[in-house]
């Protein structure tokens, strides 16, 4: 069974963890993916909320995966910033190997989030927030 962005909607966090822990690493993307913010896992605003987000706040990320680095789709209009390096690396979850997105060197505002996929079906990545050490939220990539 292939899983889509909407079957991701409707899970929990304890099931999106299960799901994530499951998944092999993937390569790194390389261009435009398309992303939608799963805050409300498990709860009937979801949908809803991650529409919100999408046309106010973010709608995804644009890898370079040569030179190892990302810019975020955020804002009303689609702006290319915040800046991330993209490497290789363990989880904090569970030390398995994962795709990390690092904003400690690169972003002010975003120095203190550490983002990780995984390939959960081909073409789509699900991924992990941590603010510190502390898990935030979860979100999807449709490359």
Do not use: C
């Amino acid at each position: 069974m292939t899983v889509t962005v909407a079957d991701l909607l409707t899970k929990t966090a304890e099931e999106l963890d299960a799901l994530f822990a499951a998944a092999p690493r993937g390569d790194i993307p390389d261009g435009e993916t398309k992303g939608t913010a799963i805050i409300a896992a498990g709860t009937s605003y979801s949908d809803e909320v991650a529409k919100l987000v999408e046309l106010f706040a973010w709608q995804g990320k644009v890898f370079d995966a040569e030179h190892g680095f990302l810019r975020n789709y955020i804002l009303p209009f689609g702006i290319k910033a915040i800046v991330a390096k993209v490497y290789y690396g363990q989880s904090w979850m569970d030390q398995k190997d994962s795709i990390v997105i690092d904003y400690s060197e690169t972003s002010l505002v975003a120095a203190r989030v550490r983002d990780e996929i995984r390939l959960v079906a081909p073409g789509l990545f699900l991924g992990k927030v941590y603010w510190g050490d502390k898990a935030l939220m979860h979100f999807a990539l449709e490359v």
